[in-house]
Each structure stands twice: as structure tokens, then as C-alpha cells.
């Protein structure tokens, strides 16, 4: 690689750093944490759900590996370390993938221009998960079955060992299987056509065999069978497990427009740029890239692994089409075409670019406090409130990882039990019997968010705690609210611990802000701050909240007295 060509590829893959070692916001992080705390204190491996009031569960630890090397990063180097941790393999990922498109010929200018945008639509991916392993291993699984498909030699066998290490550090390892089977039938698809470069009929056999070594490899974890036993009939698997799971298991849910807008833009590109490329087309790219563009289309989860795999392939693809749409015309031509095209790449650069680094900053490392009940914990700790606990779902994960074995969490993001999801979202929506669920589960302190993390609606089960004769608010910050029974706590405690109601309400109010700071298009947090501000007749303020809300709402959503006081409200505010 020239100098002139290293330097703005080191560049890229410094901003892409920059802007991916983002501040912990992952609520699932955090029993992962606890997960290796464990697994490294205990020395034996998780076979129940230890942390939660369903504590006889069946749980099937698979991403374990991952679990005990990001508990050793947190104690090498706090949630900075884990958000460095957490840029580093996102950025070796963006980068191997350059050095794909690069060894099947694509031009570095092709490759600069395309792939940082592609890497920037995998945002959804950019959280501290075990996911992240997974989009390293494809990766390095690409490059690997790249180089076999142009240079065949043994190196291929290297799948096998990757395939076991990737089996214990995340289920996605299923992923491998198509991956491969897709340079398998692409090759062989490329031998009976005769489409350079082929591999020999021995060269295929050797493919075909390290596909079916990954079969047994894949099952070489502590779990072996149970991992994909659980995989395949998990509640959780996307439209398949109904509206109820996927209410708060948003990344299971199939792809929309209105959702996922660039993964259309992206896929409607692909499929014109290997229309123009005809017979020239590898195989195994177009099954490789159509799998996952299904893949895509079912989960939202999924996406990243098409992006990644755009990034990778589509450089060829445009030079290719280049070469013979655009080479054979004369230089002024010529100019215009990569003019306007690179104008036109600015508008994506700059819609995907920057939202995300004023909401995340660039190398702002650490820990989101607000995003977690740091200090609600801390009180629960500190006053030794009784329990035991309801918590809201995403919360499960951190207060598990500070207040375990002490507390044990109602629910969090392991749990696939639609069992324990109905009971948990009855309490959360405040359903009638509510309080018969409590009492079942011998409830005596509840913690919970203000807002949902998705929309920012505040929690229906607020309205039914605010003047609940035997509920009590003990605690409330930005973000966090702490209530108790009056009979489980002494009197005098109470007396001086008790809040005011209106607390309840200014958390709200405070929780939202900060949502929409984070996120813009949590729509209903921008109707939680004006319906505030309605209340107390300040329409000034309210106005602008209410034109955000309609704005962002998807087509249906808009709550009908937004609507009604914003046609009230505009001819006013346009004195």
C-alpha cells in the first residue's frame, strides 16, 4: 500500500474510532458483567438464571468467553476501558473489511469513497454486546474465504479453529454456516459456468469439507446442543415470538422503512449495481449478499452484517461498472460523473456522520450515568430497602450487577420466558391487578425508569404509584425513581425520607430532555415535555415540543391532543 493511500485509510479508521469508543449505553452490558464476575469467583459455568427471581431457569450462558474478557477489561480499565474496548473492535472490523474489497481488486478510491459510509450504517450495532464478536469473525471469515475463492491453499482450515473460538464467544457463530455454504454453492455455481477465477473440482471438495468441519465445531462450548436448542426455539426469535416480546426486544423486530430508511437506500443500490455488472457478478457475492438482505429484512438486529457486507463487496462491484459505463467516455464526461457522484455521497456522510457526533461526541469514553440507576442502587444498597425488587426490564441488567446476591432482579434482558415478560408488562402498564402481581412476587421496593427508552413515554405504572395510599417515593433523580411499602419500612424512616409526589412528575420532565438529547426521534418524549408545559399554561415552550412530536411521530402515532393544541396554539404563535 502507497503512502497516499495508507494515510486517508488510517484517517477513516481514526474517526470511525473516534466516534464508536462512545460512552456505555448497553443495558445488557451489565449482565454480562455479572455473568463473568461469576463464571471467574465461581469457577463453574451458569446453568440456571442465578440473578433473578426465576432463579430455577434453565440459562444457557453462550456468550460466556466474551463475559470473562469484558469483566477483565472493566477491572483493567473501568467503563472507559469498555468503551475503547468496544470502539477497537468495531474499527479492526471496518478495517479488514477494506482489506477484503482491496484483494479482490476494488481501487482505493472506490473503497474510501463507499465503505465509511456503510461502516456508519451499522450504528445500530454499536453497542457493548457479544455481538461485537460476531461482526469480527465475519470479517475475518470474509477475508479468508476471499483469498480461497482467487488463491486456493490450506489456510481455509483456519474456519475450523475461528469457528470454535466464535461458538463461545457469541451465538451469532451460526452465522458461519451460511457464510461459507455461500462461497460454496457460489464457487461450484462459478465452476459449472466457467466463470473466472474457478477453483478446481479438488479446490471445492476442500470448501466443502471445512463446512462440514464447522458443524462439530460449532458445538465444541460448555452447553454443546442446548445453545442451539435454545437458539432455535427461543420466544424471543423475532416476528415469530409475537407483539409482546418484541415490545422490548425492539432489534428483534423485522425492518422498516420508517425504522431502518438506509438499509433500502443501501439495498436498492446493490441490486442496480449488480444489474449493471450482468454475467460479471460472482456468485457467491450475490448469494452472500442476497442471504443477508433477507437476513435484514426479518430482524433489525441483522442489519449491520448486510452493511458490513456491502462494504466489503459492492467496492468491486462499482469499479467494475465504472470501467465499462463510464471509462470509455471523454474526460470532461468522466469528471462530471465523479463530481456528481461524490457531491451526492456527501449528503449520507453528513445525515449519518454528525447526529451521531453530537449525541455521542467523538472518544467520549465512560459510563452514561443518567442512561442507568447508578444512584438508585446506591440508595437501595445504602438504606437496605426490603425485598424484593420489581425493576423495568432494561435496568434488570445493572442492578443485578451491583446489588447481587443481596437482590435478586424481577426481569432483565436474558430472560426469553414469556411467562415472566406477561407479569412484568402487566406492572409496567399498570393492567388491573397489578398489585395482586406485587404481592404474588412478595414485591416491597419498586425501581423503576421514568421514561421508556424507546418512545420516552413515561410508565403507565407511575399514574398508578402517584397517590397510591400504600406506595411510598423515597428516591428521585434525572432518570430514576425509587417506591417502597409503607408497611415494610419503619415509620420514622419514612417520615424523613418520603417525597413529594411532584417529584414523580420533574422526573419525567428531566428523563425526557435527556432522551431526545441522545436521541431526537423518540417522539413521545418530545409529548411528555409539552404536555408539562400545557399544564402550566407556558405555550411559548410547549409549541416548538409539540411541532417535534408531530414531526417525528411515525404516520399514525401522533397523539390526537398534540394535534388538536397545535392547531390551536399556531395561529397564536404567529403573532
Known amino acids: 500500500m502507497k503512502r497516499f493511500e495508507f494515510v486517508p485509510l488510517c484517517a477513516c479508521l481514526l474517526l470511525f474510532l473516534g466516534l464508536t469508543s462512545s460512552r456505555v449505553h448497553d443495558f445488557d452490558l451489565f449482565w454480562q458483567l455479572q455473568s463473568g464476575k461469576y463464571l471467574w469467583q465461581s469457577g463453574t459455568f451458569i446453568y440456571h438464571d442465578l440473578f433473578s427471581l426465576a432463579a430455577e431457569a434453565p440459562r444457557w450462558e453462550h456468550c460466556w468467553l466474551h463475559d470473562l474478557i469484558v469483566y477483565g477489561v472493566y477491572n483493567l480499565a473501568g467503563y472507559a476501558g469498555i468503551s475503547l474496548w468496544k470502539g477497537l473492535l468495531l474499527t479492526i472490523t471496518a478495517g479488514l473489511l477494506a482489506v477484503v474489497a482491496r484483494r479482490r481488486g476494488a481501487s482505493w478510491t472506490i473503497i474510501l469513497s463507499c465503505a465509511p459510509i456503510l461502516w456508519l450504517m451499522t450504528r445500530l450495532g454499536w453497542a457493548e454486546r457479544p455481538q461485537l464478536w460476531s461482526y469480527l469473525f465475519f470479517a475475518l471469515f470474509l477475508l479468508i474465504l476471499e483469498e480461497y475463492r482467487q488463491r486456493p491453499t490450506r489456510l481455509v482450515w483456519l474456519l475450523?479453529?475461528?469457528?470454535?473460538?466464535?461458538?463461545?464467544?457469541?451465538?451469532?457463530?451460526?452465522?458461519?454456516?451460511?457464510?461459507?455454504?455461500?462461497?460454496?454453492?457460489?464457487?461450484?455455481?462459478?465452476?459449472?459456468?466457467?466463470?473466472?477465477?474457478?477453483?478446481?473440482?479438488?479446490?471445492?471438495?476442500?470448501?466443502?469439507?471445512?463446512?462440514?468441519a464447522l458443524i462439530p465445531a460449532s458445538l465444541l462450548t460448555p452447553y454443546g446442543l442446548s445453545t442451539l436448542r435454545a437458539l432455535l426455539t427461543s420466544s424471543s426469535l423475532g416476528v415469530d415470538s409475537g407483539e409482546l416480546m418484541q415490545l422490548y426486544n425492539m432489534d428483534w423486530a423485522p425492518t422498516t422503512y420508517v425504522a431502518m430508511p438506509w438499509f433500502f437506500y443501501a439495498l436498492a443500490v446493490v441490486v442496480a449495481v449488480c444489474l449493471l455488472n450482468g454475467r460479471r457478478a460472482a456468485a457467491s457475492d450475490l448469494f452472500l449478499l442476497g442471504g443477508l438482505a433477507f437476513m435484514g429484512f426479518k430482524l433489525v438486529r441483522h442489519t449491520p452484517f448486510f452493511f458490513f457486507a456491502v462494504?466489503?463487496?459492492?467496492?468491486?462491484?462499482?469499479?467494475?461498472?465504472?470501467?465499462?459505463?463510464?471509462?470509455?467516455?471523454?474526460?470532461?464526461?468522466?469528471?462530471?460523473?465523479?463530481?456528481?457522484?461524490?457531491?451526492?455521497?456527501?449528503?449520507?456522510?453528513a445525515r449519518l456522520a454528525l447526529p451521531e457526533l453530537k449525541a455521542s461526541g467523538w472518544f467520549d469514553r465512560g459510563l452514561r450515568v443518567w442512561h442507568f440507576p447508578v444512584a438508585a442502587a446506591d440508595f437501595v444498597r445504602s438504606e437496605k430497602l426490603p425485598g424484593n425488587l420489581w425493576n423495568t426490564y432494561d435496568w434488570g441488567g445493572y442492578l443485578m450487577w451491583t446489588l447481587y446476591p443481596d437482590y435478586r432482579v424481577f426481569w432483565d434482558g436474558r430472560q426469553d420466558s414469556k411467562e415472566m415478560f406477561t407479569a412484568g408488562l402487566a406492572v409496567m402498564r399498570g393492567d388491573p391487578g397489578w398489585e395482586a402481581l406485587l404481592d404474588r412476587y412478595q414485591v416491597r421496593t419498586v425501581v423503576t425508569k421514568a421514561c421508556t427508552v424507546d418512545t420516552g413515554e413515561h410508565y403507565p405504572l407511575l399514574d398508578r404509584l402517584q397517590g397510591n395510599p400504600d406506595w411510598a417515593l423515597v428516591f428521585a433523580d434525572v432518570s430514576a425513581l425509587i417506591f417502597v411499602r409503607r408497611t415494610d419500612v419503619p415509620a420514622e424512616w419514612l417520615q424523613q425520607q418520603e417525597l413529594p409526589a411532584a417529584r414523580i412528575d420533574d422526573t419525567i420532565l428531566s428523563e425526557a430532555g435527556l432522551l431526545v438529547k441522545a436521541g431526537p426521534g423518540r417522539y413521545m418524549a418530545w409529548w411528555e415535555?409539552?404536555?408539562?408545559?400545557?399544564?402550566?399554561?407556558?405555550?411559548?415552550?410547549?409549541?416548538?415540543?409539540?411541532?417535534?412530536?408531530?414531526?417525528?411521530?411515525?404516520?399514525g402515532r401522533q397523539v390526537a391532543e398534540a394535534e388538536n393544541y397545535y392547531r390551536i396554539l399556531y395561529p397564536l404563535m404567529q403573532r
Open 311 to 349: 462494504a466489503a463487496l459492492l467496492p468491486l462491484l462499482i469499479d467494475n461498472v465504472y470501467r465499462q459505463w463510464v471509462g470509455p467516455r471523454s474526460s470532461v464526461t468522466r469528471g462530471i460523473i465523479v463530481a456528481t457522484a461524490l457531491a451526492l455521497l456527501l449528503y449520507p456522510y
Open 529 to 555: 415535555m409539552a404536555r408539562f408545559h400545557l399544564a402550566r399554561n407556558d405555550y411559548r415552550r410547549a409549541f416548538p415540543l409539540l411541532e417535534r412530536h408531530l414531526q417525528t411521530a411515525p404516520p
Open 160 to 212: 475450523v479453529p475461528l469457528a470454535i473460538l466464535w461458538a463461545n464467544l457469541h451465538a451469532g457463530s451460526i452465522l458461519a454456516f451460511p457464510l461459507v455454504l455461500a462461497y460454496v454453492a457460489g464457487v461450484g455455481f462459478d465452476i459449472v459456468r466457467q466463470r473466472p477465477p474457478t477453483l478446481t473440482g479438488r479446490d471445492w471438495r476442500r470448501l466443502l469439507l471445512v463446512f462440514t
